[in-house]
């Protein structure tokens, strides 16, 4: 199972790779906190309000705050912000939040076209019919947060949607998640680079319950294990 070195190092490693693929134009490298109680952190520091993400306000505000405050780990190069923070407790992974933030304002890329075709990182947002929208894989292991069925420890929320949780099978790492990214949006570039991009084989084990499995659920690279 991954110890938070190891989620660190991915985090790290996958960031200085897209930098050098030029497929994103800021960056904050992550860190690695001991915040007591037999705690630790990877995420992107002190920066920024990672819980302003979650506010009851238009998505463009928050896009807007979180790219004021540079409460990401990357930028892609059409404005796209990339989050990734996780807590272990005693080196076991205990929660994590990996956020995608779309930028609102395309119109830039969808009225100018031509600008962009020759740019592989753009291929799938200058169609006029794309509808940016955010998408977050959420992990906590907390007795008095996860719910079976109702609140899975490991979900799927799209587009802000308050009781929005597919259930997912297991914890994400960053590779799983800028592998699905990447390959879901940026499929052109991913295309072209994606044998550029370490890879790495760690896994989470299995957190979904079976109450869980009989839903439409998201299955994802795991350890070896069965339903909770």
């Known amino acids: 199972m991954p110890t938070p ?5 991915q985090m790290e490693k996958l ?5 050098g693929l030029s497929l994103c134009d800021r960056q904050n490298f992550p ?3 001991d915040v007591g109680h037999g705690c630790q952190e990877v995420g992107i520091g002190d920066r920024g309000n990672m819980s302003y993400a979650l506010k009851n306000v238009p998505y463009n505000e928050i896009y807007s705050e979180l790219k004021r405050t540079q409460t990401y780990n990357i930028r892609m190069l059409d404005g796209a912000l990339v989050q990734m923070m ?10 994590h939040r990996l956020a995608f ?6 119109e830039e890329f969808q009225n100018n076209p031509e600008i ?8 799938e947002v200058i169609m006029k019919n794309i509808v940016p929208f955010p998408l977050r894989f959420d992990f906590d292991c907390r007795a008095d947060v996860a719910v079976d069925v109702e609140h899975p420890m490991s979900h799927l929320t799209l587009g802000q949607y ?12 960053p590779f799983h998640f800028i592998d699905f ?3 879901n949006f940026y499929n052109t570039a991913y295309r072209k680079y994606f044998a550029y991009i370490t890879s790495f084989p760690h896994a989470f084990d299995v957190s979904i319950t079976s109450n869980e499995m009989k839903l439409a659920y998201v299955q994802i690279p795991t350890q070896q294990g069965q339903a909770v």
């Open 86 to 95: 996780y807590r272990f407790r005693d080196n076991k992974v205990e929660a």
């Open 31 to 33: 860190s690695l906190r």
């Open 15 to 19: 960031t200085a790779d897209l930098v």
């Open 101 to 106: 933030f779309p930028s609102p304002y395309l």
């Open 181 to 183: 990214i990447l390959r």
């Open 162 to 173: 308050q009781n929005c949780r597919i259930p997912v099978a297991a914890p994400m790492t």
């Open 116 to 123: 962009y075709l020759e740019d592989d990182i753009y291929a």
């Open 5 to 9: 070195e190891d989620i660190r190092h």
